[in-house]
C-alpha cells in the first residue's frame, strides 16, 4: 500500500503509508527527507527563532524528539536569512541532523498583526485591533517589524526564497491565515488569494528547487465546509509533496474538530498532511482519526516552562496536564510519571521540581520541558503502534469513553 | 607521599598527595569521599539553591564536572532541611552521584546582611549599609530570612545539623565573614569569635558524625599577617579533616594574591585546602602555587549566563573572557575555542550564540554555561598535568609573564 510522489519535482522524498485503520482514517507512515525518515503520526517541536527554549538539541534527541519546526517569520527579522545561510542553514546552525520545517510567515504576521489570532484560530480569544500588520493587497503582506519597526513586504516569492535560505526539508505557501471573526465572504476572498499566492510560491519554488526541500500547499476556508471543499480540490490538484490545514478551525474545541473531520473529508489522503498550531492530546488524536499525519504546536514546550506537566488523562482525572506549581506538590516524592522513562521522570521528585519554579530556577523549565518532549514522542509513537495493531479505534481518546 | 588524615573521625575520606611541584606549593592531590574520588587541583561549580542554573546534572557530567557546593543558607530558607533530607538528601535530590560540599551558611547571612561583602571580599566594592543580617552575639547570628521576612538565628550547632541533613561529602564550621571594611581589633575578635564557633561546631559534628561526612575549618584574620598566623595555628591544632581560607582578602586582586600567599604559610599541608570564593583563572593559578586545592565561584556559570565565554589569555589578548554579546561576533562562524571539546563549540558558532543572546533565547546562557563549565574543568586538568609533568612551575599564570 505505498503510496510516491512527486518523483520529478521532489526525488529525495517520500510517503508511504505502511498501516491504515480499518475503522477511521489514521494511518501509519513513513515520510522520507534528505535529513532521515520520518515515522507518522508524529509531533513537529517549535523551535520558533532557530532555537529550543530551555533545552538543547542534544536534549531534544534524548528526549526522543524526530522533527522541529522554525519560524520564518522571526527569522526573517533576525538575524535574517543570508546570515543562517551564511551559518550553513538551519540544520547546521541549530545543529538538528534530523527532518526540519518551516512555515511560510504568514501565520505570524496575521498574528502578531491582529494580536491573538494564534488564540482565536483555537477559539479562545476575541479580536483585538490589528498592531504591526500594515496592508495585504494582492501581492503580499506588508508589516513592521516587532523588532525594530521597520517596514517589510513579504510576497509569496520572497516567502519560498527565504525558505530555501533556511533550508529545511519541509517548507510552506505563504497563505493569509483568517481569524474565527472573519465574515465569510472575508474568508472566501482570503482563500481565493491564497490560492493565487499558493501558485505563485509554486512557481517560485519549482524554479529555483533543489531537490532537497518539498512544499506544501495550504487548505483554507474557515469554518465553511464548502470553502473547505474548493480549497480541498484546489490544492489536490497542485503539484504540492504533502498539504497542511491551515486557517480558523473554530470557535471551540468541539467545531475545530468537526472543522478537521470535515476538511480531512475533502483532501488527497495520498499526501502527508499537517495540521497547523495544534498540539493537545485530545486534539491530537483527534486529528489522527481523521487522517492527520504531523502536528505542531508551542503548547507542550510552553506549558513546561509555566510548570505544567503532560500526562496521560486516565492518571489525571481525566485532565492532560497538572501544575508543578500547586502546593500539592510540595511532599510529592513521585516523579511525575513513573512509567515514563525521561531523564526527568526517572531522576527527580515532583517535590524537587515544585521547589525549583518556587526559587525561579530555570532547570524545573528545563525538565519539564524535557519530560513534555519525551511525552509528546511517547503519545505518538502509542498512537503509530495502536494503528500498526488495529487497536487505534478503540482508542480514540479512550479518556473520554471509559 | 601519601597523607593520610583522621581515620577515627574520618574513615571514608582519605587525601593522598600525589605529585608535588619542586619550585612551588603546587601539589596534585586524591580526595576520596563516599561519593567517589577528587583530583585536586579542581574547581568546585556552585549549584546554589540546589540546582546549577542553565543546566542539568547530567550536562555538568558531560562538561566534565567532578564536584559542586549547594548554599546553606538558601536552602535553610527554601526548601529547608528537613524536606532536603526527605527528599533522601542532596545528592538525591539534585541527582549528582559525585563528590559536593556545603557551606555552613555564615557566608551568605553576612554577604546579603551587609549587601555587598561578597564583591567586598575580593575588593571590587565599598561597604554599603546591613540588610537582613539583625546581630551577630556569641551564640551564632541574627538574620532575617529574604523571603518572607521570618527570624532565624543561626548557630554552629545548628549549621552543623543543617549540613548533616543536607548531607553533602565535605561541609564547614560556621564562621563569620568579615568584610574588607573591618578594623583590625574587628577583624581580631570576630577571628576569635569564630574560632570559638568553630570549636561548637566540631563538637556538634564529632556527636553527630555519621561518617559520611567530612569537617573542614575555616582560617580566618583579614588581610592582617599576624592574625592568619593565629588562625592558621589554631585550625591546624583542630581535628578538621580540610581547611578553608575565608574571610577578606584584601582590597584588589594583588592584595588578595599576597593575603593567600601569607596565610597558606600557615596552614598545615598535609589537609585538603580550599579557598573559599575565588573563580579567576589568574587566581587559581596563584592559588594552587600556594598550595590551595580546591576552588568555588559562581563566576563561570554567572559569567555564562551575562554572554562571557572562557578563554585562555592567550589566544585573547591577555584577557580571561570576551563577550558574545558584542557585536564583532554577529557573523563570527568560528567556535568559541576550536580546541574545546564541550559540545558548545563542537557544534556552535559565536554568531549563533551572539544571535541567540540578541533574540534572548536561553540557550544562548545554556550553551556558554555547558562552555564555561568545559573550560574550568581543562584548566584544572591542565594545572594537574603541569604539576605530575615538572612544568607548573614555568607557566605560573604563564600568560602575564609572556
Known amino acids: 500500500m505505498a503510496c510516491f510522489i512527486g518523483t520529478v519535482l521532489y526525488p529525495h522524498f517520500e510517503f508511504k503509508i505502511t498501516h491504515r485503520d480499518l475503522l477511521s482514517r489514521a494511518r501509519c507512515g513513513l515520510l522520507t527527507t534528505p535529513h532521515g525518515i520520518l515515522e507518522t503520526p508524529n509531533f513537529i517541536f517549535c523551535a520558533t527563532k532557530g532555537a529550543m527554549k530551555a533545552v538543547t538539541m542534544r536534549q531534544m534527541e534524548e528526549a526522543g524528539a524526530a522533527i522541529i519546526l522554525s519560524n520564518t517569520y522571526h527569522l526573517l527579522l533576525q538575524p535574517g536569512p ?34 491573538g489570532v494564534a488564540n ?39 516567502s519560498i526564497e527565504i525558505q530555501q535560505k533556511l533550508g529545511a526539508d519541509l517548507i510552506l505557501v505563504l497563505d493569509e491565515c483568517t481569524p474565527f471573526h472573519s465574515s465569510k465572504s472575508y474568508t472566501e476572498d482570503a482563500m481565493e488569494r491564497s490560492h493565487r499566492w499558493s501558485l505563485r510560491s509554486f512557481q517560485q519554488f519549482s524554479q529555483s528547487n533543489n531537490h532537497l526541500q518539498a512544499l506544501y500547499g495550504i487548505i483554507q476556508g474557515g469554518i465553511y465546509e464548502d470553502l473547505r471543499v474548493r480549497s480541498g480540490n484546489f490544492v489536490a490538484e497542485q503539484e ?34 499537517h495540521l497547523l498550531g495544534i498540539g493537545g492530546i485530545s486534539d491530537i488524536w483527534n486529528g489522527v482519526a481523521n487522517g492527520i499525519d504531523t502536528f505542531d504546536c508551542v503548547h ?23 501544575n508543578l506549581k500547586n502546593s500539592r506538590f510540595v511532599e510529592d516524592f513521585n516523579p511525575i510519571d513513573e512509567n515514563c522513562s525521561c531523564y526527568c521522570c526517572q531522576n527527580f521528585s515532583r517535590a524537587y521540581i515544585h521547589y525549583l519554579f518556587k526559587v525561579q530556577e530555570m532547570l524545573g523549565g528545563q525538565l519539564l520541558t524535557i519530560h513534555n518532549v519525551a511525552f509528546m514522542v511517547h503519545l505518538a509513537k502509542k498512537i503509530r503502534d495502536s494503528i500498526a495493531d488495529g487497536s487505534f479505534s478503540k482508542k480514540i481518546y479512550p479518556w473520554e469513553q471509559e
Open 300 to 322: 507542550p514546550t510552553r506549558l513546561a516552562r509555566h510548570g505544567g506537566a503532560l500526562v496521560y488523562p486516565e492518571k489525571n482525572n481525566g485532565k492532560e496536564f497538572f
Open 120 to 158: 482565536e484560530i483555537k477559539g479562545k480569544r476575541s479580536c483585538i485591533i490589528p498592531k504591526t500588520l500594515l496592508k495585504i493587497d494582492e501581492g503580499g503582506a506588508h508589516f513592521r517589524s516587532y523588532v525594530d519597526g521597520r517596514k517589510h513586504y513579504l510576497t509569496p516569492e520572497k
Open 82 to 115: 543570508d546570515r543562517v545561510a551564511a551559518l550553513g542553514g538551519l540544520h547546521k546552525m541549530l545543529h538538528w541532523n534530523h527532518p526540519m520545517l518551516t512555515d511560510s510567515g504568514g501565520f505570524q504576521i496575521f498574528s502578531l498583526g491582529h494580536g
Open 240 to 273: 504540492f509533496f504533502g498539504q497542511a490545514i491551515g486557517g480558523s478551525l473554530g470557535g471551540d474545541k468541539a467545531q475545530m474538530h468537526d472543522v478537521v473531520a470535515l476538511t480531512c473529508q475533502y483532501i488527497r489522503t495520498d499526501r502527508p498532511t
